[in-house]
C-alpha cells in the first residue's frame, strides 16, 4: 500500500514572505514524486516532478521541491510568494510499475497582501 | 493541443437520474484515468484504462457506476441511478503510458445531485 500525507491543510502567509509546504509518502516500492496546483474552478496542473537523478527539482514559476528518501519527504518551497499563488497544492506519488496517482489531502495556500 | 476535453462542465439532476459524463483524452495519450474530487475524501482514483482496457476499477464506489472506453478518443462515467452523496467533481485525466510521465487532467465536471 501507499500513501500521502500533507500535514498542513491551509497555510496563511504574506505577500513576498517564504512558504514551505509538507509531503511525507509512504510506499514500500520506489515512487516518483509529483507536485500539482488546482486554482479555483479549475482543473489540476502539474507544477514539478521528481523522477529520479537531483533531489532538488524546480518549477518554471519559482516553486522548488527536494526528495529526501531518508525521511521520505517531498516537500515544496518558494522564498517569495504572490498573490497568484493562492491555490490548493497536492502532493502526489505512482509507484513503479503503476500508472495512477495517489494524492495526499490538499494544502491551501492563501497569500495576503 | 486541446488538453483533455470533459462534458458537461456542469450538471444539476435530481435523485435517481442517469448522469453520464465524458471525456476525450489528448491525442496519442494510451492511459486514462478518473477521479473523483469530494472535500471529505479528497481526490480518489475510480478507474483507470489503458489502451481502452479497464486495468484497475477498485477505486468504483458501488455498481451504481460504470465506465466505458470504447476507442482511444472517447470515455464515458456512468451513474445509475444518482444519489445526493454522488455530488462531486469528476475529473478525467490522460498520459502516455511511460513510467514517471506526466498525468493531464481535464477542467473537471461538476455535478450536483438533488
Known amino acids: 500500500a501507499q500513501s500521502v500525507t500533507q500535514l498542513d491543510s491551509q497555510v496563511p502567509v504574506f505577500e513576498e514572505a517564504p512558504v514551505e509546504l509538507r509531503c511525507n509518502y509512504s510506499?514500500?516500492?520506489?515512487?516518483?514524486l509529483f507536485w500539482y496546483v488546482q486554482y479555483p474552478n479549475q482543473g489540476l496542473q502539474l507544477l514539478l516532478k521528481?523522477?529520479?537523478?537531483?533531489?532538488l527539482v524546480e518549477s518554471i514559476n519559482g516553486f522548488e521541491a527536494e526528495f529526501n528518501k531518508s525521511q521520505t519527504s517531498f516537500h515544496l518551497r518558494k522564498p517569495s510568494v504572490h498573490i497568484s499563488d493562492t491555490a490548493e497544492y497536492f502532493c502526489a506519488l505512482v509507484q513503479e510499475g503503476r500508472r495512477a496517482l495517489t494524492f495526499g489531502s490538499g494544502t491551501r495556500l492563501q497569500v495576503q497582501p | 493541443d486541446a488538453g483533455v476535453i470533459q462534458s458537461p462542465r456542469h450538471e444539476v439532476t435530481e435523485m435517481g437520474q442517469e448522469v453520464t459524463l465524458r471525456c476525450k483524452p489528448i491525442?496519442?495519450?494510451?492511459?486514462l484515468f478518473w477521479y473523483r474530487q469530494t472535500m471529505m475524501r479528497g481526490l480518489e482514483l475510480l478507474i483507470y484504462f489503458n489502451n481502452n482496457v479497464p486495468i484497475d476499477d477498485s477505486g468504483m464506489p458501488e455498481d451504481r457506476f460504470s465506465a466505458k472506453m470504447p476507442n482511444a478518443s472517447f470515455s464515458t462515467l456512468k451513474i445509475q441511478p444518482s444519489e445526493p452523496r454522488d455530488s462531486a467533481v469528476y475529473f478525467c485525466?490522460?498520459?502516455?503510458?511511460?513510467?514517471?510521465?506526466?498525468?493531464?487532467f481535464g477542467e473537471g465536471s461538476w455535478l450536483t445531485v438533488v
Open positions: 510506499s514500500s516500492v520506489s515512487v516518483y
Open positions: 485525466a490522460s498520459s502516455l503510458a511511460i513510467p514517471g510521465n506526466t498525468i493531464y
Open positions: 521528481y523522477l529520479s537523478g537531483s533531489t
Open positions: 491525442s496519442g495519450h494510451n492511459s
